[in-house]
């Protein structure tokens, strides 16, 4: 099984990583752990990017440790054995879905919301992107009843 799980850092997607460790472990199983950079943050609002804001150390800094606590969770988690780790910048759903093309993933992982505070929908544009778009299976991680 070859299978990509995509983070935001976002206590949903924190939640399909903990889905997609349960349903793996024990398993003889491929996982890239994907982390795309929002390009509107890489160029800021207006379109002009600063030397700074287009180094971004501290969302690199960031980011990197996002995606080794995440592998580490999974290895702790008995998932493997091949964990591979993908650090983008650009349009989260087109990356997800250029990462699950490439890697010739049978499944995506993801939460169904992220970062986005004002959650005006019951899922998010990304999760939506990528499960009407991609060619393997989604599974797309919702939180409990409240
Ligand atoms: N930048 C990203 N990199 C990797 N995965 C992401 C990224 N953004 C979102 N995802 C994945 O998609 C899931 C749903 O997030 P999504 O961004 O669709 O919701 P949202 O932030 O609540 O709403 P929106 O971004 O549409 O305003 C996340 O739980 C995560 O699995
Ligand atoms: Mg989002």
Redesign the pocket.
């Known amino acids: 099984m070859n299978v990509i799980i995509?983070?935001?850092g976002?206590p949903?997607?924190r939640r399909?990583l903990e889905f997609a460790s349960t349903l793996l472990a024990g398993r003889d199983t491929t996982v890239c752990l994907?982390?795309?950079?929002?390009e509107h943050i890489v160029y800021g609002k207006a379109g002009a990017a600063s030397v700074e804001v287009y180094d971004m150390p501290k969302e690199r800094a960031a980011s990197k440790e996002l995606l080794d606590e995440s592998e580490k969770r999974l290895r702790d988690a008995g998932v493997g054995p091949e964990i591979t780790k993908q650090l983008g910048t650009g349009d989260?759903a087109d990356l997800?879905l250029t990462a699950a093309t490439d890697a010739k993933a049978d499944l995506i992982v993801?939460?169904?919301?992220?970062?986005?505070v004002?959650?005006r929908f019951l899922i998010?544009?990304?999760?939506?992107k990528v499960a009407t778009h991609a060619h393997c299976a989604v599974l797309v991680v919702h939180p409990p009843a409240k």
């Open positions: 995509a983070l935001d976002s949903s997607s399909a994907v982390h795309i950079i929002p989260p997800i993801m939460g169904s919301r992220g970062l986005n004002a959650q998010g544009s990304v999760s939506t």
